[in-house]
């Protein structure tokens, strides 16, 4: 059960709150429908719910905020606007990532893209896919592990009649299985064909909670349904008259033969058949303008018996067929197939559709997974999906207990499902090796700067800023694509989401680095022979204090970033250090009288009384003498301050 208690959101000045002192329950086993104009302040609603807006207001999901709960993704499906994710991953490759966010086997994915038909579009790129098929594939996501609730923001928005009538059939699977389902939606009729409860929001405030049978009959138009072979006839006969009588009626062609009559009864629409001799099929009075394939509504029976108000009650099955010759359609008839805010309609019969309808609830009923609902096919790329074999993604058992690796495994396919690391890596190898070539040419260049492509001219190597920029992306794209926002994420976002990613970047940094120093060798070697690639005698310290750098820089991105938001504000972290920290470091050292890490391991076994073994105490002296060195130094105080700022962020947002 989701129950919502006085959602306010955060006024901005003299604008009053977009949502104000809204509470609502969506009991299980239910579809729930927020109705509202554009701006009455649903999505703000949403937002309020899950915790991604500020305001006032509390919202429990089976008794428990969003916050106390320790996965949030397998209480709450969610599908908030367009399906969050970097453009240039594949579909298959983005429901894996997410697989592994949320900790349920990597075959979920192809469960559920099987059962929202993109099998045939797996490999395709978000960025390429249509409005249906990124609803889809949104649906999708929010399914994949299993959640009790679904909340979705008008998820049938812009949909084909065909997409919108499959959508709905999974969100009454989903419900009959004993799910809770909220969707937000603009269209009444939408609400009052799918929904067991409609609530009603006004500018901001709640302005009803009705079931959908009162919701009906008291917010719908009334309308006559009308079937007959002669439907563009009958419907100029109905407004000649009409007019004759100086009564308003309109008349809607549905499409086929099919008509809706608002301001007329089925006595007069009858009589006037019966005069000009035109067969009726169907003749029916109903409390709710609902659309085609609406003659019942969700979980009736199909019974006359269980029918609940706003269902056809069928007045004339047939009148009789006159002899009068047929007439074609006369001037001034009002077909209009868009009135009242309806898309096109499209379909067969009121007695097909409702068969269709029943027989999805049917198969939402059963818990085989083999038993398919479908409909027409989507518009675009929609018509090379297979047919859908099931409402649902069969039912999966996830594990409860929290995994350590469910962050890295996350983070893994996260770095690997795109092009953008490997192609930077490339760029960043080719560039240090021809800075190599160039500074070999120059002259004058040490041989450890030689081979780490570093001229004094530059403030850092091009694979120390390729390694910051990695760092950088590493927290950019999550904020940029945020994949794992709409539902406050599925892997921690403070420490087990930075540990991954601080993880990944080292051993990304450190092949990176060693890839560089092996690849220069190689161009010095090919271009210029073995006498500018000789290892230099204190090569162990020089590879301690290389590796450090590329790792350093390579954090330093991703922190900043984490903090700032904003893969830019990490590559600036990074470039500061050498420009900004580095000459700040000097002037300390230079102040003040710093004593030598010489003689530190005896120093350190005479207060610990600790004997090193292996000679542990000349690889100690060596890290402290790279941390004492400028750059060294910068970069252990912009690690220190931006991992404390991280730190102090994530408490902040925690305490809120």
């Given at each position: 059960?989701?129950?919502?208690?006085?959602?306010?959101?955060?006024?901005?000045?003299?604008?009053?709150?977009?949502?104000?002192?809204?509470?609502?329950?969506?009991?299980?086993?239910?579809?729930?429908?927020?109705?509202?104009?554009?701006?009455?302040?649903?999505?703000?609603?949403?937002?309020?719910?899950?915790?991604?807006?500020?305001?006032?207001?509390?919202?429990?999901?089976?008794?428990?905020?969003?916050?106390?709960?320790?996965?949030?993704?397998?209480?709450?499906?969610?599908?908030?606007?367009?399906?969050?994710?970097?453009?240039?991953?594949?579909?298959?490759?983005?429901?894996?990532?997410?697989?592994?966010?949320?900790?349920?086997?990597?075959?979920?994915?192809?469960?559920?893209?099987?059962?929202?038909?993109?099998?045939?579009?797996?490999?395709?790129?978000?960025?390429?896919?249509?409005?249906?098929?990124?609803?889809?594939?949104?649906?999708?996501?929010?399914?994949?592990?299993?959640?009790?609730?679904?909340?979705?923001?008008?998820?049938?928005?812009?949909?084909?009649?065909?997409?919108?009538?499959?959508?709905?059939?999974?969100?009454?699977?989903?419900?009959?299985?004993?799910?809770?389902?909220?969707?937000?939606?603009?269209?009444?009729?939408?609400?009052?064909?799918?929904?067991?409860?409609?609530?009603?929001?006004?500018?901001?405030?709640?302005?009803?909670?009705?079931?959908?049978?009162?919701?009906?009959?008291?917010?719908?138009?009334?309308?006559?349904?009308?079937?007959?072979?002669?439907?563009?006839?009958?419907?100029?006969?109905?407004?000649?008259?009409?007019?004759?009588?100086?009564?308003?009626?309109?008349?809607?062609?549905?499409?086929?033969?099919?008509?809706?009559?608002?301001?007329?009864?089925?006595?007069?629409?009858?009589?006037?058949?019966?005069?000009?001799?035109?067969?009726?099929?169907?003749?029916?009075?109903?409390?709710?303008?609902?659309?085609?394939?609406?003659?019942?509504?969700?979980?009736?029976?199909?019974?006359?018996?269980?029918?609940?108000?706003?269902?056809?009650?069928?007045?004339?099955?047939?009148?009789?067929?006159?002899?009068?010759?047929?007439?074609?359609?006369?001037?001034?008839?009002?077909?209009?197939?868009?009135?009242?805010?309806?898309?096109?309609?499209?379909?067969?019969?009121?007695?097909?559709?409702?068969?269709?309808?029943?027989?999805?609830?049917?198969?939402?009923?059963?818990?085989?997974?083999?038993?398919?609902?479908?409909?027409?096919?989507?518009?675009?790329?929609?018509?090379?999906?297979?047919?859908?074999?099931?409402?649902?993604?069969?039912?999966?058992?996830?594990?409860?207990?929290?995994?350590?690796?469910?962050?890295?495994?996350?983070?893994?396919?996260?770095?690997?499902?795109?092009?953008?690391?490997?192609?930077?890596?490339?760029?960043?190898?080719?560039?240090?090796?021809?800075?190599?070539?160039?500074?070999?040419?120059?002259?004058?260049?040490?041989?450890?700067?030689?081979?780490?492509?570093?001229?004094?001219?530059?403030?850092?190597p091009p694979a120390a800023l390729g390694a910051g920029l990695l760092g950088a992306l590493a927290f950019?794209?999550?904020?940029?694509?945020?994949?794992?926002?709409?539902?406050?994420?599925?892997?921690?976002?403070?420490?087990?989401?930075?540990?991954?990613?601080?993880?990944?970047?080292?051993?990304?940094?450190?092949?990176?680095?060693?890839?560089?120093?092996?690849?220069?060798?190689?161009?010095?070697?090919?271009?210029?022979?073995?006498?500018?690639?000789?290892?230099?005698?204190?090569?162990?310290?020089?590879?301690?204090?290389?590796?450090?750098?590329?790792?350093?820089?390579?954090?330093?991105?991703?922190?900043?970033?984490?903090?700032?938001?904003?893969?830019?504000?990490?590559?600036?972290?990074?470039?500061?250090?050498?420009?900004?920290?580095?000459?700040?470091?000097?002037?300390?050292?230079?102040?003040?009288?710093?004593?030598?890490?010489?003689?530190?391991?005896?120093?350190?076994?005479?207060?610990?009384?600790?004997?090193?073994?292996?000679?542990?105490?000349?690889?100690?002296?060596?890290?402290?003498?790279?941390?004492?060195?400028?750059?060294?130094?910068?970069?252990?105080?912009?690690?220190?301050?931006?991992?404390?700022?991280?730190?102090?962020?994530?408490?902040?947002?925690?305490?809120?």
């Amino acid at each position: 059960m989701i129950q919502a208690f006085g959602l306010t959101s955060t006024s901005r000045k003299d604008h009053p709150p977009a949502v104000d002192d809204v509470s609502f329950e969506a009991r299980p086993g239910r579809v729930t429908a927020l109705l509202g104009a554009t701006g009455a302040g649903k999505t703000s609603a949403l937002r309020l719910m899950l915790e991604l807006q500020q305001g006032r207001g509390i919202t429990h999901f089976r008794g428990r905020p969003l916050h106390r709960i320790a996965h949030p993704s397998r209480e709450v499906g969610v599908l908030l606007g367009d399906v969050p994710g970097h453009p240039a991953r594949t579909v298959r490759g983005h429901l894996r990532m997410l697989c592994a966010a949320a900790g349920v086997p990597v075959g979920r994915a192809d469960e559920v893209l099987e059962a929202v038909g993109l099998v045939s579009l797996r490999d395709e790129r978000l960025g390429t896919l249509s409005r249906g098929m990124d609803r889809r594939l949104g649906l999708a996501c929010a399914l994949l592990p299993n959640p009790h609730s679904l909340v979705l923001d008008e998820p049938a928005e812009d949909l084909s009649s065909g997409e919108s009538r499959w959508l709905h059939g999974v969100l009454r699977a989903h419900a009959a299985r004993g799910g809770t389902v909220l969707f937000t939606t603009a269209e009444p009729k939408e609400a009052a064909r799918v929904a067991d409860r409609v609530v009603t929001l006004e500018q901001g405030r709640l302005a009803a909670d009705q079931e959908a049978s009162e919701f009906a009959r008291t917010r719908l138009r009334p309308r006559v349904a009308v079937r007959s072979p002669h439907a563009a006839r009958l419907a100029a006969l109905l407004t000649k008259e009409a007019r004759a009588a100086h009564r308003s009626v309109e008349v809607v062609r549905e499409g086929g033969n099919r008509l809706s009559v608002y301001g007329g009864s089925c006595a007069e629409v009858g009589e006037i058949a019966f005069r000009h001799g035109i067969l009726v099929h169907q003749l029916a009075d109903e409390t709710g303008d609902m659309g085609p394939g609406a003659g019942f509504f969700p979980g009736e029976e199909t019974s006359g018996a269980g029918r609940r108000p706003g269902s056809p009650d069928l007045c004339v099955g047939a009148t009789k067929a006159g002899a009068g010759g047929a007439r074609g359609c006369g001037e001034g008839a009002e077909v209009d197939e868009e009135a009242h805010g309806g898309r096109s309609r499209h379909g067969s019969s009121l007695e097909a559709d409702s068969d269709r309808l029943r027989h999805t609830r049917q198969e939402a009923c059963t818990d085989s997974p083999e038993e398919s609902v479908h409909s027409g096919s989507a518009p675009g790329k929609a018509s090379t999906s297979p047919a859908l074999p099931s409402p649902l993604p069969p039912p999966i058992t996830v594990r409860s207990a929290p995994s350590p690796l469910r962050p890295l495994r996350y983070e893994l396919r996260r770095a690997t499902g795109i092009g953008t690391g490997f192609l930077t890596a490339a760029a960043v190898l080719v560039t240090s090796a021809l800075t190599a070539v160039l500074l070999a040419r120059v002259g004058h260049t040490p041989q450890a700067r030689l081979l780490a492509a570093w001229p004094r001219e530059l403030p850092l190597p091009p694979a120390a800023l390729g390694a910051g920029l990695l760092g950088a992306l590493a927290f950019g794209d999550e904020f940029r694509h945020p994949a794992l926002a709409a539902d406050r994420g599925t892997v921690p976002r403070r420490l087990g989401l930075l540990t991954a990613k601080l993880v990944v970047a080292a051993v990304t940094a450190l092949l990176l680095a060693l890839l560089a120093v092996g690849c220069d060798a190689e161009v010095l070697y090919l271009v210029y022979g073995r006498e500018v690639t000789e290892v230099p005698g204190d090569w162990l310290v020089l590879s301690a204090s290389w590796i450090g750098l590329v790792i350093g820089c390579a954090w330093a991105g991703v922190l900043a970033a984490g903090i700032f938001r904003s893969t830019t504000a990490g590559l600036a972290a990074v470039v500061s250090v050498p420009v900004l920290g580095v000459p700040l470091v000097q002037r300390v050292l230079e102040g003040a009288p710093v004593r030598t890490a010489a003689g530190l391991p005896a120093r350190l076994r005479e207060v610990f009384l600790v004997q090193w073994p292996f000679g542990g105490g000349r690889y100690l002296a060596g890290a402290v003498r790279v941390i004492a060195q400028p750059v060294g130094g910068a970069l252990t105080l912009s690690l220190t301050a931006l991992l404390c700022a991280y730190l102090l962020t994530s408490l902040r947002g925690r305490v809120r």
